[in-house]
Nanobody
């Protein structure tokens, strides 16, 4: 069974930084795209940043220039470096990955989410 586990969330003051990690574990052949999404109270889940297996990245306009997504394929881990945080970044952040495994083939997986709270 493939699992994605996020870590690194917490409470930070406006202007501060946090680094989120997403580690994939379980029986798998390979990981294709990985990404970060977030959902604020009363809002729909939105894409924050994605990265392909080859390292191509995409960002939401609201985080361009402040957030950076990366991955370590050997460690099966994705990262989200968040700088210059503001109150609008407060949300639960979810990791997403498309994974190929012996039992399910290619399938999309989600982590359990990690809370990021920015205080002003």
């Amino acid at each position: 069974q493939v699992q994605l586990v996020e870590s690194g969330g917490g409470l930070v003051q406006a202007g501060g930084s946090l680094r989120l990690s997403c580690a994939a574990s379980g029986n798998m052949f390979s990981i294709d795209g990985m990404g970060w999404y977030r959902q604020a109270p009363g809002k729909q889940r939105e894409m924050v940043a994605t990265i392909t297996s080859g390292g191509c990245t995409k960002y939401a306009d609201s985080v361009k220039g402040r957030f950076s997504v990366s991955r370590d394929n050997a460690k099966k881990t994705a990262y989200l470096q968040m700088n210059s945080l503001n109150s609008e970044d407060t949300a639960v952040y979810y990791c997403n990955a498309v994974v190929s495994s012996p039992s399910t083939g290619w399938r999309e997986y989600w982590g359990q989410g990690t809370q990021v709270t920015v205080s002003s």
